[in-house]
């Protein structure tokens, strides 16, 4: 039994040596993370060939691109639009709302609208950033602790596979936005999170125990596992997801297959997410989707395509939903033992396939069949490896693909050159027996005999052909001194052959040897070919041969050929025409010395200086420079210029890092010490000097005393200084915009008289009841009063674009030569701030106040009035006028804002404000009628909301009171006011159909 056993071991010593022996090597080399990202390449694959899963239908994504931003005519979302996007999404009634937007600062206008937006709904979450650039988190959603983050975590190949869950820093826990949403609607439908393993961190949502990733679980090596992090399992790209975009949102144009039902709102039951899909968003992540495996597209249309952030926090929270109350798996690996049988259990696969098919004696000596079994040996079980691990991986396994792959193919090919090398020791030991079997016939050995003096003399044939066609010349002698062999090139230089008959005392005569630069016979003795007889190697480069008037500069090297029995042989000798080669040394030392004269006699400072900051060499206008004697002083005191020569060390640090990074330095100004202590200015340019093997040698450059220029510099900044503060306070008094209105450059080029035409929108604000509150109030207390109140308005003004044309006392005219919209929004923002500042006036003596603003666009007349020794600039129009009539109109209706119909049809987005016609007015000394707006874009939230819930109710009330329906405008104004009983315009025109019905009645 035993020997049996013997027997069948050492059929398969093959087997049991190569395979075991090639999955180690595998798994050492896997375990270093060699085959990390090949692995990951073959999981993306694997992602990409899943069939597509349905769509989430829990899961709403609200996407904001380049289409969204230019439908609003700005760059970046302002704050007004993203406040009214959250109210119309809170009217959906999801059950959690997520925005992947930054937003720790304000984009104005709209910031107040959007900070109330954020007080008022507690199922919205904002995000920051936590990792490495951090970004602050919404201020008021922090305080209200309604934030996530929105941090992911790359691969090292800039691809995201893991999601991040949570992190904890400095004792407090937060969740990334994925989780967040995802725990929000668990906990609606009752799904709470338990604790299965504390220690281990193993926690149950529902259906699912999740189990946090550890850094080295499928074909990740020592990867970072900070925070929480799990396995993703995408659901797909952003087609897996209900997405619209957010000026379907602000225009109500949902789909209605996606409303259920009308009372309870298109998103409600779901989670909405909001974030960038525009490229300029530059929120986009390479993940699995981003290449393909194998593409035929040129290479230039091979760009990896690119996930929107907010599509892979989707998946995140898709896949926690889906795992907690679908039982969709999570992506699971195994252990490293289980791996490592894993790849050795397909290097025996390999190896016994191959093994198998190696032994069919058909195949033993075919070609053609060899590769055959190599296909079959690899092809085979290759799919069988893929097949299973693709199987594995809708069952949510990620097993290794890549390290088993190379065993299998390892193995298959290690056992191949095993059965050779059997192979090969079988056929040796044939040789052996053959010749010893024949080692006794003479005729075989004298045969042999004959055979190698053929092979020698065929191989001093191919040494002759070899020497003849080498490029420098070389010439043989015997162990007697005569010239034995010269090569075809030694003849060209030597200008002969080989000279029979010639003794070593007459190779120097016969061949023309020369001392360089002399008409000295070169010494026989040190000739490098006689050397070498004496066994020595040598070489000389100063020897000549003379061709009648021709010298020809040589370089020799001369070697020794021994014999058997140690003696010398031959002696050769390599010889080459370097006259080129001189005359490159004679340049050089022509430019050197033409450099030293250059060095020596420059006007500017030359140095030469060491990569740790020391002088090497300086010429004397260098030690003039820095007011030394001599360079040899400068040299030898300033050891460390550091500190000796720069009065800011740091400068030469800069300097240093600079060399090293660009390899060269123009224009490096720094502030030098000279001898003496006094300062200079100086400007430096340099460059690396490296030797031929690339090293750094020294950094060499020019200086050059700049103090003068410096000096005219200065005083040029602090003149400029001058007339800056000059201009700015000019500008207190003639806004730069009014010149530049004018075409002109300053105010000195001003003349009484300049006037242009211009197309502008004009806007007037004033004070509600001022000389009331003014007779209450001291002389110096209304000048502190009006001066504070009007710095809180001039910032509004200006922030858009316009500029104050003149104070009126309390009241403010401003100038919009820009888009209508600027004057709007400035009115806007007014309001907004007068708010801010009425929440300091809250004592009997300091009442809150009110202004109204009136804004009209037209065509003016722009320019200055006056007489020769005093001029103001003003504007004359109608255009002026009717604005001061719609600021008038707001005291007579009780509102904060009124716009003329030639101001509303000039706005580029007017449903970016709420806005509302409450008028038509007759202006004085026109026929014309002219339509008033309200625009109450700033008027408390409540108030704001009902006049919106009533916009239509009240312009059709409106409507029929223009054509005198007045008991039906009766009935639509009493509408407006049960919602809205504060509308202080639609109480005014429930009177006015009172009063004209009374009228009506009487006459």
Known sequence: MWLKLRQRIWKWRGVLITAPTVAGVIIAASSTGLFQLLEW?????????????????????????????????V???????????IEKLKAQKPIAIGLDLYRNLPVEPGHQALVKVF?????????????????????????????????LVLDADGKVRRGLLTVTEQGKTQESLGTKLALMYLESKGVKLQVVDAKKRHYQLGQAIFKPFTGNEASYIRANSGGYQILLNYRGTQDNFRTISMTDILEDRIPQDWVRDSSAGAFAGKVVLIGAAGQSSNDFFLTPYSSRFFTFLPSSKRSPKRMPGVVIHANLTSQILSAALDGRPLIKSWTEPIEWLWILGWSFTGATVRWLLLQRSRFKNNAYHRWIILGIAILSPTGLLLTVTYVSFFGGWWIPVISPFLALVGSTIAIAGYHRVELQREKTDLELILETTTEHYDTLTTELQNQAEEAARESERRLAQFLEGVSVGVAVIDANGNP????????????????????????????????????????????????ALKGERTTADDIEIHRGDK??????????????????????????????RKRAEEARRQAEEKYRSIFENALEGIFQMTPDGRYLSANPALAQLFGYDSPEELISTLTEIEHQLYVEPHRCSEFIILMQQKGAVSGFEFQAYRKDGSMIWVRQNARTVHHANGLLLYYQGFVEDITERKRSEAERVKFTNQLYQLNQANERFVPRQFLQLLNKESIIDVQLGDQVQLHMSVLFADIRNFTTLSEKMTPEENFRFINSYLSQMEPAIIENNGFIDKYIGDAIMALFSGSADDAVR????????????????????????????????????????????????????????????????????????????????????????????????QVKGKSERVSVFEIFEADPPKLRESKLLTKATFEKGLFLYTRHALREATQLFEACLELAPEDKVAQIYLKRCQHRAIASLAD
């Not at 760059?75 to 996007?85: E, F, M, N, Y």
């Not at 709904?121 to 602790?145: A, M, R």
């Open 41 to 73: 390449v073959t999981h993306d694959q694997l992602v990409r060939l899943r069939p597509k899963e349905a769509i989430d239908p829990r899961i709403v994504i609200v996407t904001i691109d380049e289409s969204d931003l230019n439908k609003i005519g």
């Open 75 to 85: 760059g970046q979302l302002p704050d007004t639009v993203l406040a009214r996007l």
């Open 551 to 580: 010298s020809i500069p040589i370089e020799a090297w001369g070697t020794p050929i021994y014999d058997e029995s140690g003696n010398v042989a031959y002696a050769v000798v390599a010889f080459q025409d370097i006259t080129e």
């Open 119 to 151: 007080k008022s709904t507690p199922n919205l979450i904002g995000v920051g950033k936590l990792v490495g650039e951090t970004v602050p988190p919404p201020p008021t959603l922090s305080q209200l602790g309604q934030i996530a983050i929105a941090d």
């Open 826 to 921: 400035a009115g806007i923002d007014m309001l907004h701030r007068l708010t801010e500042y009425n929440t300091t006036r809250t004592s009997p003596e300091r009442l809150p106040i009110q202004i109204g603003i009136g804004i009209n666009t037209g065509s003016l007349m722009l320019g200055t009035v006056g007489g020769p020794n005093r001029m103001d600039s003003t504007v004359i129009s109608d255009a002026v006028n009717l604005a001061s009539r719609m600021e008038g109109l707001t005291k007579e209706y009780g509102v904060s804002m009124l716009i003329s119909h030639h101001t509303f049809t000039h706005l580029h987005h007017p449903v970016m404000y709420a806005f509302r016609v409450i008028d038509r007015v």
């Open 484 to 531: 034995y062999f010269a090569n075809q090139k030694a003849q060209e230089l030597l200008g002969k052959g080989v000279v029979a008959n010639t003794s070593i005392e007459q190779l120097a005569e016969v061949y023309q040897y020369f001392i360089a630069g002399t008409n000295q016979v070169y010494p026989v003795e040190k000739l490098p070919i006689v050397r």
